[in-house]
């Protein structure tokens, strides 16, 4: 799957950094180990930030605990330095967790608010120095050197070795979880939100965990800092601090592990280059700023997608393939209902109960009693406004509705979030189509597989061989149902360069990789021409026969829903106005005057 | 009582400040999605222009106009002046940016705040600058139990007015109704005519100038200003602008408001140093419960 081959240039830079301190004079060596400080902390924002898209500009709160955390307990009770690396780390990640809990859910900008705020408490509450903790502006000093039993890192090139192997291994760790299930959660958060949770992903524990992880590697960075200046201050860690750690992760690019330490290197080496110009630096800086972003908007070195080895490029190879993979599903589900009225669950996969969803004192859906029959499609028509994509967002658990039920299986589903709901068997497409853009095609794909998956963050790091298997198996099955809706040779391509017919497609080989036994699909032939419109009723009725599924649409091609229903529920206004077999509602009157007007 | 009314008086005084800085990032906020970090250091420059005036020739325009009249040329000088220099910024560094997204704004807007910042500290020096006792009224007014000085009182109305003014533009004239549906909606609003090429100009004039005049009223009330001053206003200003919902033009005021009398009501009954704290926390406090701010912005997410 992934071919390794000797990388000539990386083996390049690696020799240089290994030899460079001893071609060097102090002060350069010094400048290269803030470079590999800032490194760590633009790589740690770069969780937070890039993989996960949030707006994060109170980081130095976490690279603050982790030195005043390493400062307190190093000079109060003599811990060895080395021991606190790993507390620093934990500290500041329950940190980032107590803190981040209560306001994860907040949207893009008010976030960024809330980050500058706990970035500014921190530093006020170090200089306030409660319970003589933190030793005020002043700061804490006499921190010792860490120390590996008698060798001391003491010297510039130790500490230049230190910081920079730390920095190997933790660059080793993060390529990892970035190529993991984690990574694409992340990416997946990142693009698009509601997509994510529509397609199995806890957006709010992986942001959490985006934090806490960053957090953590941020702390690592304050525990080295402290131990090679000997003494933290407050005005370290200010807004600036902060903002500086944005630029390094926008100036590499986003989500760019090799571009995150380019940045950091050039927020290291730029201002010694214009100590010449001393006192202007920062305004050259800031200029530079605004011209990178001029010209380089996407960072400097922009994240490339994992290219992953397709075998199957050819379209002639594409018919065996598709018959050799065989889609092992790791986790069997059962269609057990357990409600006691089971006579209409049994008949039926999904039931709604009087079900009315209002929006401020705009009543979407009144009182919907919505039965979809088992292995069937039931299409959902009307003009636009009549509540439809309502509904299905109140069904996939967007919207809690104001009152009524929904039962998926016999099991009351009412309320739960949308990543809840697909793991018990739904999926869908929207409206609008929602794929993740910056993502490659089968990466799009996988997300359906994520919530089926349960390698963790150790697991992805270690590459064990259970999370071995395990991404073998989501590639695998990913591929196939790409070669299902016919986008097998697109595979590596990004989602958001497909033509939108294309883009359909995808959407729903997203949606069926996650194995629901219930598909509902918001307007699937909008912006199809004809001869699509055809493919894809031919393409539906295949999958109902192959598959234990049961289908739901909302639709306006009126070839489409004769066509291929079994069922058709008419709304207006909010209101079911009329349901039955497609011959019986084409000529139902009250149909013909919700879309058309009543004859005067 | 008494105390708690001088409070409140210097809670809507500072309050003013972060309103009428508040009111330039919601505007551009609300019409770029672009938070200007620049903003509050255009509001020092507007303090350092408006010293400049003052002090040239040794305040030859108070002696000769008077108090008032060096106070008036100060505040238009300084509205004039900053709002060019907010448009030649919008010019420089947003508009090329714009096309790249949100986020490489915010870096464009971090390196125009380092750059205006630094540029201000190498015209006029790292050290404290003060605006001179002579060019600044200083006698204050009692009225019974309680007094208010008389430069409170200037900026007071004068704030008051200004917000006035620009709500009724805003909220009652076509061009207002043209300003918020570029906010709303950029695309639409060109294909429906309007002109966001104007609207742009007159924001980035506009914001910038108001925050240059709140520069000028600052350096007189506390008549000590340093090229630092500025993230500190811009960062509580923006805060202020988050609390009432961004993108909302009252709000912001109202915000801006209700920040300085939270903060000065936290430093006179807490404690002087834990004040940003308690400011910092009031609003996280206040977005968990109110995820779009206390008034709210009135953008839905279509599903």
Redesign the interface.
């Known amino acids: 799957m992934r071919r390794k081959k000797l990388n000539l240039p990386l083996l390049l830079v690696i020799v240089f950094f290994c030899v460079y301190p001893f071609f060097s004079n102090f002060y350069w060596i010094d400048v290269a180990f803030f470079f590999g400080v800032y490194a760590l902390l633009g790589l740690s924002l770069n969780i937070v930030l890039g993989e996960t898209g949030l707006f994060d500009l109170g980081h130095a709160a976490f690279y603050a605990i982790g030195a005043y955390v390493t400062a307190i307990l190093n000079t109060s009770f003599g811990i060895p330095v080395i021991w606190l690396l790993p507390v620093s780390a934990l500290a500041a990640g329950l940190f980032a967790y107590i803190v981040t809990s209560?306001?994860i859910?907040?949207?893009?900008?008010?976030l960024?608010?809330?980050t500058?705020?706990?970035g500014?408490?921190v530093r006020?509450?170090l200089?306030?120095n409660p319970f003589k903790l933190t030793g005020g502006p002043n700061g804490i000093t006499g921190i010792m050197r860490p120390s590996f039993g008698l060798f001391a890192i003491d010297t510039s090139i130790r500490f230049y070795f230190y910081v920079w192997g730390i920095l190997a291994i933790f660059i080793i760790c993060l390529i990892r979880l970035q190529r993991s299930r984690i990574g694409r959660a992340w990416n997946y958060l990142r693009e698009d939100e509601?997509a994510a949770e529509m397609s199995g992903v806890d957006v709010r524990r992986f942001k959490l965990l985006a934090f806490v992880l960053g957090a953590a590697l941020a702390g690592v960075a304050g525990n080295i800092y402290a131990s090679k200046l000997m003494i933290v201050s407050p005005d370290t860690f200010t807004?600036?601090e902060s903002?500086l750690l944005?630029?390094i992760v926008?100036?590499g690019g986003?989500g760019s592990i090799p571009g995150s330490v380019l940045g950091a290197g050039i927020i290291t080496i730029f201002p010694e280059i214009f100590r010449v110009v001393a006192?202007?630096r920062?305004?050259f800086?800031?200029?530079?700023?605004?011209i990178?972003?001029?010209f380089r908007?996407?960072g400097i070195w922009p994240r490339k997608r994992e290219v992953i080895a397709l075998q199957a490029d050819e379209a002639s190879d594409v018919k065996e393939d598709i018959k050799a993979l065989k889609i092992i599903d790791p986790m069997p589900t059962s269609n057990v209902a357990t409600n006691e009225d089971t006579s209409i669950f049994e008949r039926h996969i999904l039931v709604t109960d009087k079900l009315t969803m209002a929006?401020g004192g705009l009543v979407a859906v009144k009182d919907l009693d919505l039965v979809v029959g088992h292995g069937k499609i039931t299409s959902i028509i009307g003009p636009n406004g009549a509540g439809k994509?309502t509904v299905f967002?109140v069904v996939t658990g967007?919207y809690k509705p104001v009152s009524g039920k929904v039962y998926f299986e016999g099991k009351d589903i009412t309320g739960l979030k949308p990543h809840q709901i697909t793991s018990l068997g739904i999926a869908r497409t929207?409206q609008?189509i929602r794929l993740f853009p910056n993502l490659t095609c089968i990466e799009n794909v996988m997300a359906g597989l994520h919530y089926k998956m349960k390698s963790y963050v150790v697991s992805s790091i270690l590459r064990t061989d259970s999370q071995k298997t395990e991404e073998k198996w989501a590639f695998d099955t990913a591929r196939y149902w790409l070669m299902k809706v016919g986008l097998g040779n697109v595979g590596n391509e990004l989602a958001k360069n497909l033509p939108y017919g294309k883009q359909k497609m995808l959407e729903l080989a997203r949606a069926l990789s996650s194995m629901p036994r219930l598909l509902i699909l918001d307007e699937p032939s909008s912006g199809l021409n004809d001869r699509e419109t055809e493919d894809l009723m031919i393409f539906l009725e295949n999958i109902l026969d192959e598959l234990d599924i049961s289908i739901l649409l909302i639709e306006h091609d009126m070839n489409l829903v004769m066509g291929i229903s079994h069922w058709v529920v008419a709304m207006d206004m909010g209101m079911k106005i009329a349901e039955g077999k497609p011959s019986d509602i084409y000529n139902h009157p009250r149909v013909i005057e919700a879309y058309l007007g009543r004859e005067e | 009582m008494t105390i708690l009314l001088e409070q409140l008086l210097n809670g809507l005084t500072i309050g003013s400040f972060y309103a009428l800085i508040a009111l330039g990032y919601s505007m551009v906020y609300g019409v770029m999605k672009l938070i200007n970090f620049a903003h509050g250091d255009l509001f020092a420059l507007g303090s350092y222009m408006g010293y400049t005036l003052l002090v040239w020739s040794a305040g030859a325009i108070s002696q000769r106009f008077g108090l008032w009249g060096g106070m008036a040329a100060a505040l238009l000088f300084s509205f004039f002046a900053v709002g060019c220099v907010g448009v030649l910024m919008e010019r420089i560094a947003y508009r090329p940016v714009q096309k790249s997204g949100r986020l490489p704004l915010v870096v464009s807007a971090l390196g125009a705040s380092i750059f205006i910042e630094n540029l201000i500290m190498a015209i006029w020096g790292p050290r404290y600058q003060a605006y001179p006792a002579s060019v600044v009224p200083v006698h204050t007014i009692s009225l019974g139990f309680f007094h208010i000085t008389v430069m409170q009182l200037f900026i007071l109305i004068l704030s008051f007015v200004l917000m006035l003014i620009l709500y009724f533009i805003v909220q009652k004239t076509t061009f207002g109704a043209a300003i918020r549906a570029t906010a709303l909606d950029r695309e639409m609003a060109t294909i429906l005519g309007i002109d966001v090429g104007k609207i742009t100009l007159f924001i980035f004039f506009l914001g910038p100038a108001l925050g240059g005049m709140a520069g000028v009223m600052n350096g007189m009330y506390y008549r000590q200003i340093s090229f630092v001053m500025g993230w500190n206003y811009g960062l509580k200003a923006f805060t202020a602008t988050i609390l009432g919902g961004i993108g909302n033009i009252p709000a912001a005021m109202l915000g801006g408001l209700l920040l300085g009398l939270i903060e000065m009501l936290g430093a006179a009954y807490i404690s002087s140093a834990w004040k940003d704290v308690f400011t910092f926390l009031i609003l996280i406090i206040i977005l968990i419960f109110r995820p779009t701010g206390l008034i709210g912005e009135k953008i839905a997410e279509k599903v």
Do not use: K
Not at chain 1, 105 to 110: A, I, K, N, P, S
């Open positions: 209560p306001i859910h907040l949207r893009g900008d008010y960024c608010v809330v500058i705020g706990i500014e408490i006020l509450a200089i306030n509601i807004f600036l903002s944005f630029c926008m100036l986003l006192n202007y920062m305004l800086f800031g200029g530079a700023l605004v990178t972003m001029i908007p996407g929006f994509t967002n967007i929207f609008n």
